[in-house]
């Protein structure tokens, strides 16, 4: 159960109040790396879609309850879809999730001083990435691994699915049963927002060190930060849309980030600080 997701819940509630009655699903797109909604605001959110979670055979009526009401989303209340942060379905999780940065996002719009937006930035270069320093990386993050591995950093990858990683990289992997022995140790710790989907980030943020630096990064995590920040995570890195309806053919079209930043949406980093 995330708390995190409740909490940040609690803080759209009590921003937006009572507009969450009248505002609605207006369109939603599951792509092959990302999942989308657009709200009847017209303002959209993202999400990272969990494709290897869902394993085989899913159009099969066995598997029917793993998916959401395709066909019968569209008008629904967000209400609606909020009642899933806590679903072991993935993919409804993952609805939910993009529900809220969607709702996230128009609590920004809503109160622009709320938080401080860093535009086209990458919360990992907030990080000074010491010679001597200990790097915990969750995840297949790549851009974060090469650097690591050019600038010759002690570092461990903490992933679920080995078969990811390059053959130079694997000298570095360690299995997540691993956690509890590394994330303690390290003072740069740098997290997938997936983490939010599978509920591994409460359990990661409190193994480690008090004075750690921690990055909580992705399209999952384009959320407000208040919840992650008050468990320690230094930095958060989401996403911001710009246009909901491009965006999402982009994402239809199985397009990647590559395919929409700078054009439909901009990465943004907000501190802590």
């Known amino acids: 159960m995330s708390k995190i997701l409740e909490q940040t819940l609690g803080q759209i509630y009590e921003i937006l109040g009572s507009e969450i009655e009248n505002l609605s699903v207006e369109r939603v797109v599951f792509g092959l790396f990302f999942t989308g909604v657009k709200l009847s605001n017209g303002i959209a959110g993202v999400s990272y879609t969990p494709l290897k979670s869902l394993g085989s055979a899913v159009c099969c009526p066995s598997q029917a309850d793993k998916m959401p009401l395709s066909g ?3 008008g629904k209340n967000v209400k609606y879809f909020l009642q ?16 809220i940065n969607a709702l996230s996002q128009t609590c920004l719009q809503k109160n622009p001083n709320l938080h401080e937006l860093e535009f086209d930035t990458d919360p990992f270069d907030k990080l000074d990435i010491k010679a001597d320093s200990f790097s915990v990386i969750v995840g297949a993050l790549v851009p974060y691994i090469k650097f690591m591995m050019k600038n010759g950093r002690d570092f461990r990858i903490l992933e679920l699915d080995k078969s990811v990683l390059k053959p130079d990289e ?8 691993a956690a509890s022995e590394v994330v303690s140790k390290a003072d740069n710790l740098i997290i997938t927002g997936t983490t939010l989907i599978n509920d591994t980030l409460e359990n990661l943020l409190a193994m480690k060190k008090t004075d750690a630096n921690v990055v909580v990064v992705g399209p999952t995590v384009s959320m407000l930060p208040k919840a992650m920040f008050d468990r320690g995570v230094s930095y958060a890195g989401g996403v911001y849309v710009r246009d909901a309806d491009a965006l999402l053919d982009i994402i239809a079209e199985a397009g990647s980030g590559y395919h929409f930043f700078g054009k439909f949406a901009n990465k943004i980093t907000i501190s802590a600080k």
């Open 84 to 99: 899933d942060i806590h679903s072991d379905k993935s993919l409804k999780k993952t609805l939910a999730i993009a529900v």
């Open 170 to 177: 694997l000298k570095f992997y360690l299995p997540a049963q």
């Open 72 to 74: 019968r989303l569209v």
